[in-house]
């Protein structure tokens, strides 16, 4: 990242002024459906401060096209209210919207939510401020995006050992949860109140019919009884062990 931070620097402040009448300010030096290696991927990136969300899923890039408010930004932002209210009363585990990822060579993705152990989890904070590694939990939100979050975008996340995966589908009005066994993820059945339990964080779960709804009483309430058991308690004892507590 050292060397992209470099070419950002000379491309921004040329001193040879042909080399940046050559460089136009708002060009763009990748589009979707091309085919880069991650190192060449985030050196172009870097040089485009004009695109804010670029991913690269299984070596190809994807750009986000516009952010349309019912099927995304505002079930975006329940995604985020809920996962932080767990994250605000479960020390140890933080939450991140949109922040990069380093997945592996061929994919760096930049998840709309993601939930993850600080100390002793699956991933870190490196040198570059971007998370290097799977997350224990990652959320997207797929409205015009299905064919890719669903397809080579779980496939990436599964095979780097991603833990749970959340996916929205606002088109179709329905959030699909899963869980990593044996390399592949599997879905999470709901209980017999239409809740779903995460099983890599105790005391995570959602009245997903309810959030689709906008029924924040009843997300809510099902959030703050799984946080009152046993096993949140005992989760919550863990971490604080992990940390040096």
Do not use: C
């Not at 299984?58 to 505002?74: K, S, T």
């Not at 994919?107 to 002793?120: C, I, K, T």
């Amino acid at each position: 990242m050292a060397t992209a931070q470099r070419v950002t620097q000379t491309a921004r402040t040329p001193s040879d002024p042909q080399r940046a009448e050559a460089r136009p300010r708002n060009r763009n030096l990748f589009k979707t459906g091309d085919r880069l290696e991650r190192e060449e991927f985030e050196q172009r990136y870097a040089l485009m401060p004009h695109i804010k969300k670029a991913e690269l899923i299984e070596g190809m890039v994807v750009m986000e096209e516009h952010v349309h408010y019912d099927a995304h930004g505002n079930p975006h932002a329940r995604l985020i209210g809920w996962l932080t209210h767990y994250a605000w009363n479960t020390p140890g585990v933080e939450i991140a919207d949109n922040a990069t990822v380093r997945l592996d060579d061929t994919n760096e993705p930049q998840p709309d939510v993601m939930l993850r152990v600080v100390a002793g989890g699956r991933s870190r904070n490196d040198e570059d401020d971007y998370i290097d590694g799977a997350p224990e939990l990652v959320a997207e939100i797929a409205a015009s995006s299905v064919r890719y979050d669903l397809h080579a975008k779980r496939d990436a996340y599964a095979r780097n050992g991603v833990l749970e995966y959340i996916v929205w589908r606002t088109l179709d009005g329905e959030i699909d949860w899963f869980a990593l066994a044996d390399g592949e993820f599997h879905p999470i059945p709901a209980d017999q109140n239409g809740v779903i339990h995460s099983r890599a964080f105790p005391g995570l779960a959602l009245a997903t019919a309810a959030l689709v709804k906008g029924d924040f009483a009843t997300v809510t309430a099902a959030l703050r009884d799984a946080m009152a058991t046993k096993a949140h308690r005992a989760f919550l004892a863990s971490l604080q062990r992990q940390a040096g507590g």
